[in-house]
């Protein structure tokens, strides 16, 4: 496909500035409001800013940073350069930004002064970053956000010609190697996803809807505030990066939003807030939830308080969450209404195709358990530096989740496991090994398992079972203590269990699966 086929997803700003140019495009609750006129006149400013410092196509931003003007603003000075956007899990630690800035090759990094020890490790680790560009007060060797917006503004900041296979952001996922692995999004890919994304998850949408951001927008996040650019709608964000009820919801009433992302543990915690009764919510028509299944009771409270307003999307960082849509009508509080789909997640997303796959990529009947698999517009371009990895993903022409599940007649997903060790806590997938890994760089520890179990709160939390090396004096405090700095603390796990040995499979790997019967057995977990 070539450039005449797609544009550069950064003209989704420009269209929406040039249609309404004095409606509000940023809130910050509390705060102040700018329009898509100065949205996009900072745009352009940063723009021709980075362009003058030496960037070009293809070079690659990361940026560490809460939700704030200047983190909404990268993605779109990313795309308009053709450079390709690196945001990163501001929760993440140094050591894993440090990795994130190696293996994507940033040559520039856009970092918030709060994170200044971040900006030292990534420097300290890569000889290709350049330039540092701080948000709020710049340390010396470094470059002001602010200064350079101003120092630029009324420049054109032109957009970059892109072809569709162009990359525009590295979505990294982890996998059960360990090392995080940066997805390839394309503007090709990425302009498919925004049009779908519209079509399914909030059609209608225009400029006098609202949004509200409640999770960080270097992820699914991020991807819903592209739709709402692309439609002139407003995002709103929250004071502090702590949710809190009350301020969410008074934020509803007082902006009347229309939308958001979230997760289901999200969505549990707002709905089961006493504001949720204090404050006027009729203005939300999809709140969409996405990142794990939901439990039946949360969804039901959800709503009865909400009303038919829950949008679920299942789907991966791969492929920006597009393969299979459960749209507010497929949803009901009532269990004897065939409308409930109660454990569905959906059907096919307009324009992709899913199939349930045996091992030999066989399609396999209705009712019957397989791999679930993908293919259509949305599927990335693969993994960057990591040949062995996209090709496993996308062998034999299908995306591969990993995960197991199963369709009915009509075309609906059902999930029913998991086909890697990894779990979803909270939204956030968390994987094993990766834990695992630093807490063997205890010298106390001689084995560990991590392992994700059901929480009535957070979905699944993890569970640690260690083993100690001889004589070693060790406890539970020791190895929280062991992962501060070195692991988020999203991954840490909430239980932690010493035992003599670890049972082992006749080939000498650690059973996991017999792990979690022993638990069960000894009651140190619930069925």
Same mark, same amino acid.
């Given at each position: ?73 990268s993605c779109w000075i990313a795309f308009r350069l053709g ?139 991020g991807i819903h505030a592209l739709l709402n650019v692309a ?121 992709? !195709? &899913? *199939?349930? @796959?045996?091992?030999?990529? =066989? ?5 019957? +358990?397989?791999?679930?698999?993908? $293919? ?20 034999g022409g299908w995306f591969h989740t990993g995960d197991l ?41 001689? !084995? &560990? *398992?991590? @392992?994700?179990?059901?929480? =009535? ?5 993890? +569970?640690?079972?260690?083993?100690? $090396? ?58």
């Amino acid at each position: 496909m070539n450039a005449a086929q797609v544009m550069n997803l950064g003209r989704l700003l420009t269209h929406t500035a040039r249609l309404f140019p004095d409606r509000p495009a940023l809130i910050q609750d509390g705060g102040r409001t700018w329009t898509w006129r100065e949205m996009e006149r900072r745009v352009a400013a940063m723009t021709a800013a980075l362009r003058k410092l030496g960037l070009r196509k293809g070079d690659r931003i990361l940026v560490q940073s809460r939700n704030n003007v200047q983190m909404f603003e990268s993605c779109w000075i990313a795309f308009r350069l053709g450079c390709v956007w690196v945001p990163t899990n501001f929760r993440l630690t140094p050591s894993e930004v440090a990795y994130l800035g190696t293996s994507s090759g940033a040559s520039t990094m856009i970092v918030e002064d709060v994170f200044a020890g971040h900006a030292d490790a990534v420097r300290e680790a890569s000889s290709a970053l350049k330039h540092v560009i701080a948000i709020g007060t710049p340390r010396a060797g470094e470059h002001s956000y602010e200064d350079l917006v101003r120092d630029h503004l009324d420049l054109p900041g032109e957009h970059e010609t892109v072809g569709c296979d162009d990359p525009l952001w590295f979505f990294y996922t982890s996998g059960t190697t360990g090392r995080p692995k940066a997805g390839v999004l394309t503007h090709g890919q990425m302009s498919f996803v925004v049009t779908n994304h519209l079509a399914d998850l909030i059609p209608g949408t225009t400029e006098r809807d609202c949004s509200i951001a409640v999770a960080p927008l270097s992820h699914g996040a991020g991807i819903h505030a592209l739709l709402n650019v692309a439609r002139g709608a407003p995002t709103v964000l929250l004071a502090s990066e702590k949710l809190e009820g009350e301020a969410f919801w008074q934020a509803v009433e007082k902006y009347r939003v229309t939308n958001l992302f979230t997760v289901p543990t999200i969505v549990k915690i707002l709905v089961e807030d006493p504001a949720v009764d204090r404050y006027d919510h009729s203005s939300l028509r999809y709140m969409i939830y996405a990142g794990a299944p939901m439990y039946r009771a949360d969804q039901k409270l959800a709503l009865q308080k909400l009303g038919k307003v829950l949008v679920q999307y299942f789907g991966l960082g791969e492929v920006t969450g597009n393969i299979t849509v459960l749209p507010p009508d497929m949803h009901s509080a009532d269990d004897a209404d065939p409308n409930a789909n109660i454990g569905c997640c959906g059907r096919p997303r307009t324009g992709m !195709e &899913v *199939a349930i @796959l045996d091992a030999e990529l =066989r399609p396999l009947p209705a009712g019957e +358990v397989g791999e679930i698999c993908c $293919r259509g517009p949305a599927v990335f371009a693969g993994y960057h530096g990591n040949a062995e990895a996209t090709e496993k993903a996308l062998r034999g022409g299908w995306f591969h989740t990993g995960d197991l599940g199963r369709m009915d007649e009509r075309g609906l997903l059902f999930i029913t496991g998991r086909e890697s060790d990894m779990y979803i806590s909270g939204g956030s997938n968390v994987y094993p090994r990766e834990v695992e890994e630093v807490l063997l760089t205890h010298p106390g520890v001689a !084995e &560990v *398992a991590v @392992l994700g179990v059901p929480d =009535r709160k957070w979905g699944e939390v993890g +569970v640690a079972v260690v083993v100690k $090396r001889e004589g070693a004096q060790v406890d539970r405090d020791a190895l929280m203590a062991h992962l501060e700095g070195r692991c988020a603390r999203y991954r840490w796990p909430h239980h932690l269990f010493f035992w003599d040995v670890l049972p082992k499979s006749g080939y000498g790997k650690i059973a996991k699966k017999d792990i979690r019967q022993q638990l069960f057995e000894r009651g140190e977990i619930g069925a």
